[in-house]
Structures are given as C-alpha cells and as structure tokens.
Antibody, heavy 118, light 107 residues
C-alpha cells in the first residue's frame, strides 16, 4: 500500500525558512517522479513543483510564485522527498501535499500545514 | 500559463441524480486532463486520468470525456459518499494548473 507522510509544517514568521519532509513507502521510490501541491485555507489546489526520478534526469521544475525561494530535493536511500522553503511570505500559508507523479498525481499524503504570520 | 475554468462552481443535487461538471482550458490541451475528488479535510484523490480513463478502484459511476479545450465529468447516480469538491487539472504544459473546483452537496 502506498503511503506518503508529510511532516515539518508549523508557524513561521515572514522571511523565515522551513523544511518539509515526505516519507514514502509501498512503492519503488527511486523510480517515481514526485511533486508538491499546496492548498491555501479555503482555496483550490496549486502545483508547487516536482522532482524527476534520477533515471529521468533528476531535475526539478517549479511554479513561478516559488521559483528561487523553494527547493525540492530527494534522498532515495531514505525514501524521502523534501521541500526547503526560504523567504517565506504570508501568501505561502497553505497545506502542503506530497504526491507521486509528474503530470498525473496518483497518490497524495494527508498534508502538513504551514502558517506564515508575524 | 494555461487557465482552467469549471462550471458550475457549486451544485446541490438529490441522491440518485445525474451530475455533470464541465472544465474548459484556455488553449488546446489534447486529452491531458485529470479529475480529482477532495472531501473536506482530506487529501485529493485521482479519479480520472487522460480525460476518460478510470483510475483503478474508482467506482464506475464516475466518467469523463472530452479533448482539446472542453471536458466533462459525470456522476451517473449521485450517492451520499460523492459529496466533495471536484477539480480538473491539465498537464499539457507546465505549470500544472487546476480548475477552481466544483462543490457538490446534497439538496
């Protein structure tokens, strides 16, 4: 059974940093592209970015609002995906979901809440 | 960026009713369109991929069709457990973009 468990969310001040983790199990992690999607309170879904599998180049793509501030990485030895968030803004407040897939987001974690507020 | 619109934004229906949701893309996205269901406080769940393919384990009450810019998601006979918000999502171009969602509840 595929499981994705996000952690690392919390309250952070504007301009601060936070690193989210996503622990994966139930599938061959190193073969799968992984993505982050976020959802602001009461709002819709917004794609954040993705990390290709190493076999497919191991590169990243980002949405414009986070490019240059957020960085996605992965540790295939630990079956874990990361989202390093720097220079956080109030508009980054959201639940952050880890998902499998690059284009079709097949499995989702339960999400972790990030609140950016002074 | 490709803009996705959905209509209606919400609807109230009776159990057993047929429900149709439309999704329109701002440009041709071929059949690169997925549908997700999100129940309150839960993660989204993939229902339909490539416009019309039912994800494994998803009830056949759900179906999708369309190509180009116009797509439709249908629930053939609404059940209480179908109460949720439904999102379309395109993957023809980056960034991946979602529709604003359609909230379905019971009349």
């Amino acid at each position: 059974e595929v499981q994705l468990v996000e952690s690392g969310g919390g309250l952070v001040k504007p301009g601060g940093s936070l690193r989210l983790s996503c622990a994966a199990s139930g599938f061959t992690f190193n073969k799968v592209w992984m993505s982050w999607v976020r959802q602001a309170p009461g709002k819709g879904l917004e794609w954040v970015g993705r990390f290709k599998s190493r076999a497919d180049g191991g590169t990243t793509d980002y949405a414009a609002p986070v490019k240059g501030r957020f960085a996605i990485s992965r540790d295939d030895s630990k079956n874990t995906l990361y989202l390093q968030m720097n220079s956080l803004k109030t508009e980054d407040t959201a639940v952050y979901f880890c998902t499998t897939g690059a284009n079709t987001l097949s499995f989702w974690g339960l999400g972790t809440l990030v609140t950016v507020s002074s | 960026d490709i803009q996705m619109t959905q209509s209606p934004s919400s609807l109230s229906v009776s159990v057993g009713d047929r429900v149709s949701i439309t999704c329109q893309a701002s440009q041709d996205i071929r059949n690169y369109l997925n549908w997700y269901q999100q129940k309150p406080g839960k993660a989204p769940r993939l229902l339909i991929y490539d416009s019309s393919n039912l994800e494994t384990g998803v009830t056949s009450r759900f179906s999708g069709n369309g190509s180009g810019t116009d797509f439709t998601f249908t629930i053939s006979s609404l059940q209480p457990e179908d109460i949720a918000t439904y999102y379309c999502q395109q993957y023809d171009n980056l960034p991946l973009t979602f529709g604003p969602g359609t909230k379905v509840d019971i009349k």
